[in-house]
């Protein structure tokens, strides 16, 4: 849990990275692996992809790995641990490297199941850069080996990992693929005009209160200079609400619009910007599951709603609900 409180200062620091769940079944070994963690008290992973200065990313390998078989190395924070501090005692456990953190890219929840149980682990996933070329790991304990490859070596092991059909393993094929896309596309995020959106009619139609139109803040998220979305906040006399969430499609699957919800829930957090004033922060929608992971709830009293909420719920299907952010 400290480590999770850490997350808004550390995405202040290192970027807002893309945010990913994933579910993956585990075998026997793999989840009392996981089930030891959790009895220690970690259900969380920080995994590290060092570059060296010739553009080779460092991988290794623990003993009860097949042969061949590498990954990037990972590790957890300590209790009252700064996070900073763990992720470079990691790399230099598991690599010897002495490495800067460059930047938050990916953020993985995790389902493990294994027969009719499951955990959910968080994976924070960084790009890290060193000047140092020698590995030479430090736990040989728990390190069997590490290497430099290259990118195209980095695909070939990603292919490996997956034909291990071990769960654990599987997943990290997944992570190195999502974290490659991710580092290559960036995303970049910016306050916007209305007129600056190119759904703006689709938007308009959405929010038809003119009134409403001009409390509502927005931000474009672009990628590789092509528009990937946005999100607009309105200013309620006595609330916020997440009133406007569009992705464009080729960017479905992505964890892009988790990013941007993120984005404006560390803004009311650190109360910047629009945020200023302390109000609560409301969203309504068809998909409560979709952001309920985000740390948003269903009000214990529904008297709780704001009155606008519940008429605008009436408008739409049955299944629609209004959720509060409630900060963990």
């Known amino acids: 849990m400290h480590t999770i409180r850490q997350l808004p200062v550390i995405r202040k620091k290192w970027g ?18 996981v089930e030891q963690s959790r009895r220690q008290g970690r259900i969380h992973d920080v995994t590290l992809f060092i570059e060296d200065p010739q553009g ?10 097949p042969p061949g078989i590498f990954r990037s190395p990972s590790g957890g924070v300590h209790l009252h641990e700064p996070f900073d501090q763990g992720a470079i005692r990691e790399a230099k456990e598991e690599t010897g490297l002495n490495i800067q953190l460059q930047s938050f890219v990916l953020h993985i929840t995790l389902e493990i199941t294994h027969q009719e149980d499951s955990i959910t682990w968080e994976s924070y996933i960084f790009h890290a850069t060193t000047h140092q070329t020698r ?44 974290f490659l896309w991710s580092l290559q596309n960036p995303f970049k995020l910016e306050s916007a005009d209305i007129y600056q959106i190119p759904i703006y009619e689709k938007i308009k139609s959405k929010i038809k209160s003119p009134e409403l139109l001009e409390k509502t803040f927005f931000f474009n998220a672009s990628i590789q200079h092509l528009w990937a979305g946005c999100i607009g906040i309105t200013l309620h006399p006595n609330f916020y609400e997440l009133s406007i969430l ?16 993120t984005y404006i829930v560390d ?4 109360k910047q910007n629009q945020f200023a004033e302390k109000k609560d922060l409301w969203v309504f929608s068809q998909y409560p599951a979709y952001f309920i992971p985000l740390h948003f709830h269903l009000p214990e009293d529904l008297s709780m709603t704001p009155p606008f909420i519940l008429s605008e719920i009436n408008k739409k299907p049955a299944r629609s609900v209004a959720l509060k952010y409630t900060p963990f």
Not at 21 to 30: P, S, V, Y
Not at 143 to 172: C, F, S
Not at 246 to 261: C, N
Request: a negative charge.
């Open 16 to 33: 807002y990275p893309y945010r990913l769940w994933i579910t993956q079944e585990f075998d026997d070994l793999g989840w009392n692996l």
């Open 56 to 65: 080779r990313f460092a991988l290794m390998s623990k003993h009860s790995y």
């Open 135 to 178: 590995l030479q790991p430090v736990d040989l304990k728990e390190v069997r080996e590490a290497i430099w490859v290259d990118p195209t070596q980095m695909h070939l092991m990603i292919q490996k990992l997956k034909n291990t059909e071990n769960g654990g393993l599987i997943y990290r094929a997944n992570l190195t693929e999502a």
């Open 246 to 261: 569009e992705i464009h499609s080729s960017f479905y699957g992505r964890g892009l619009a988790q990013a941007l919800t």
């Open 267 to 270: 803004q009311w957090n650190f």
